[in-house]
């Protein structure tokens, strides 16, 4: 008697989804906490092993970003012309080559600022290619309606990573030096490769999404592309504000970050592992966050709570200037927690939003774009971070960035968010030009 197969079934389906979801979950695990220890092992290594000013801290900051303001646009036009997965395999395997790269040559005296920032530009790089790929891919794996709830999960993945990262990035370079901790990081995105790999939910061809196909079968240029995902986004009454919005906030609040480490080892005077602990301390509050957005938006509604959330937690970035090496410290704490999870309430919905507006063969080019415009800052403020330090110093550096960061939010006021409730009303108006 025939049988139908295992794999036809939609329970099998499901099964294969569900699993396929918590491998792509265990490969953010493994980036989001590679990431967070790098971030603070790249720049420790840089003071501390090769004696960084503020201005070299800031430039190292703005190599970190800049591929975002280079090559943004492009990335989503080729991202959308390619595999998805195969764009995040091939990202972390650069990533996990990049890092080995840096110990290999602190063991061979060849260490240098030049060589950190080369491989802080070419990490960039392939965060740029691996994040657009990575929210272009989720819509694929979970569905329209698991968005707001897979954007919830992989926030939590990234604050949790967060929260632990660095801690153990200060245990570990007081333990084996920066070099060492970065030799371990190029291991996690080796991991990571490794089990999207194992994935097995079939991707959509990128042929099938709406384009004509590969090079040369009648598929528009490269420059036509980008042009589609620009005129998509900057036509779009919010997705054009939320540009504007986050890349105001991001400005500042980058600077900040470029700041941060140099502030709590000179200023503060705290040892790597104090550093450590004082940044986890701060992702608390992402964490909290990303478990209480999907509540959240329910009560207060997920447009209104798109604002509000940095309206209310942006100002609190005024307590980091404040903080020394005592009992002010919690201040420093406090702010960066309040501003982090503020942060992850704004991310987890106005992603989603993009995500749900934008049609399946634009989510490549619509992310990148939304990238250059919102990410493109933060080479300029990286430059701007270590240009205020070196004039005013870093603690009045960090004056200055978190008055700007406190207004950052007011754009998103002056905009058809403040009038909607849900992303779903005023929709009419809210995609005229």
């Known amino acids: 008697m025939p049988t139908t197969a295992p794999e036809t079934t939609p329970d099998a389906g499901q099964r294969r989804r569900s699993r396929d979801f918590r491998l792509f979950m265990a490969s ?17 290594m840089a003071v501390l092993t090769l004696h960084a000013s503020a201005w070299e801290a800031g430039l190292l900051a703005a190599a970190e970003q800049a591929a975002f ?26 990533r996990s080559v990049l890092l080995a790269s840096l110990p290999l040559a602190w063991l061979l005296d060849l260490h240098s600022m030049p060589l950190l920032y080369a491989v802080a530009l070419l990490l960039g790089c392939a965060r740029l290619f691996g994040d657009v790929a990575d929210q272009s891919y989720l819509p694929s794996l979970v569905g329209g309606s698991g968005l707001v709830t897979g954007n919830s999960r992989l926030e939590t993945v990234r604050s949790t990573a967060e929260f632990a990262g660095p801690g ?9 030096g920066a070099a060492g901790t970065l030799a371990g990081q190029a291991l996690t995105s080796l991991a990571s490769a490794l089990l999207l790999g194992r994935i097995r939910t079939p991707e959509q061809d990128p042929s099938e999404r709406g384009d004509a196909g590969p090079a040369g079968a009648g598929r528009p ?56 602990w004082v940044l986890t301390a701060g992702t608390v ?38 903080a020394d090496g005592g009992r002010l410290l919690g201040l420093f704490v406090l702010g960066t927690l309040v501003q982090s999870a503020g942060v992850t309430v704004y991310n987890i919905c106005q992603v989603t939003y993009r995500q749900s507006v ?18 493109g800052v933060l080479p300029l403020s990286g430059l701007l971070a270590g240009a205020l330090g070196q004039l005013y110093g870093v603690r009045g550096a960090l004056w200055i960035l978190a008055a700007g960061l406190s207004a950052a939010p007011l754009v998103l006021l002056c905009s058809p968010l403040r009038r909607m409730r849900e992303f779903g009303t005023n929709t009419s108006a809210a995609e005229g030009p």
Request: aromatic content about 6%; charged content about 15%.
């Open 285 to 322: 509050g992402s964490l909290v966050a990303a478990l209480c957005t999907e509540k959240l938006s329910r009560a207060v509604g997920e447009a209104r709570l798109t604002w509000l959330s940095l309206l209310v937690t942006m100002p609190f970035g005024l307590l980091l200037p404040l």
């Open 28 to 44: 953010h695990v493994c980036n989001e906490l590679g990431n967070s220890i790098t971030y603070v092992a790249l720049p420790l």
């Open 358 to 375: 934008c049609p399946p063969r634009l989510l490549g080019r619509m992310t990148a774009t939304m990238r250059f415009l919102v990410w």
């Open 168 to 176: 153990i990035a200060g245990f570990l370079v007081q333990l084996v």
């Open 69 to 94: 303001l280079l090559l943004g646009l492009p990335a989503g036009a080729w991202v959308d012309r390619m595999r998805r997965r195969t764009v995040m395999i091939t990202a972390d395997l650069a």
């Open 221 to 276: 240029g490269l420059l036509k592309e980008i042009r589609e995902g620009l005129r998509f986004v900057l036509g779009h009454r919010v997705l054009r504000v939320l540009a504007l919005g986050t890349a105001s906030v991001n400005l500042f609040l980058s600077g900040i970050g470029a700041l941060e480490v140099l502030f709590l080892t000179r200023t503060a005077g705290l040892p790597p592992a104090a550093i450590g």
